[in-house]
């Protein structure tokens, strides 16, 4: 029998280890999650204004109404893009300190029970019951509420996401975004205006699409192609708009 459990003893530290690596594999995976949707929040600021200016742009050679719509829509959807974001995080992060507090007050109450509850998660993983057992006394021993929040709730107590930072980088991103298909419009002549836009948000978005993908881990083709065709339709379809209001009006 003892030598079963020596024999355990290397896999139940192997798992142990696993398990304090991870803490590092999750900031590692939230810092890309991060990135990803700073991407998509430039990718919406590009598309949005784009499709605003050059759907006036459409409709008047006049720089001013084409500067106002322009900075009117870049405030707005950075403005919306943080409230929604905040919004999101600010109820996720309401969610999972109820489970906390929730998995804190049964670690008080019934501690043993707690302790059963994580012997067999680590057995649904595959150990035996020997090691599973030593590998959640161990982990109960170190930090048995972060232990419990981890491998039952997937959450680390240490980094819920803060929504105010969340807001600050979609408000960041999609202002960067927008700046493009603004001063890509604003800077040539009327006559070159359209297709210089038209030709740098296609560009742009090919890149971010292909940047997305790279961090996704998707196809870059299909989604560089995907939504750099995206980006054109919106612009086309918002030009004819305007030139048709342009003519009405």
Not at 26 to 43: D, I, K, P, Q
Not at 147 to 173: C, F, K, R, Y
């Amino acid at each position: 029998m003892s030598t079963d459990l020596t024999a355990a003893a290397p896999d139940g530290a192997l798992r142990t280890g696993e398990h304090a690596d991870e803490p590092h594999k999750s900031g590692t995976s939230a810092r890309l999650n991060w990135l990803r949707a700073a991407v998509l929040g430039a990718n919406d600021g590009i598309v949005s204004v784009a499709g605003i200016v050059v759907g006036v742009a459409a409709a008047t050679t006049s720089r001013g109404p084409i500067v106002t719509a322009g900075v009117a829509g870049l405030v707005a959807g950075a403005v919306s893009m943080a409230l929604g974001e905040y919004v999101s995080v600010s109820t996720q992060r309401d969610s999972e300190r109820a489970l906390l507090d929730t998995e804190r007050r049964e670690l008080l109450e019934q501690p043993e029970a707690e302790l059963d509850e994580l012997t067999e998660i680590y057995r649904g993983k595959g150990l035996s019951f020997e090691t599973a057992r030593r590998v959640a006394e161990e982990l109960t021993a170190h930090d048995a509420f972060a232990a419990h929040a981890e491998a039952e709730l997937g959450i680390d107590p240490d980094e819920l996401t803060n929504p105010w930072h969340a807001a600050l980088s979609s408000a960041v991103s999609f202002t960067l975004g927008a700046l493009l298909p603004l001063l890509a419009i604003v800077l040539p002549g009327p006559a070159f205006r359209v297709p210089i836009t038209f030709a740098a948000v296609v560009l742009a978005l090919a890149a971010t699409g292909a940047l997305g993908a790279r961090l996704g881990g998707a196809e870059p083709v299909k989604a560089t192609a995907r939504v750099a065709l995206g980006g054109a339709l919106a612009m086309a379809f918002t030009y004819a708009v305007g030139h048709l209001v342009g003519i009405s009006v």
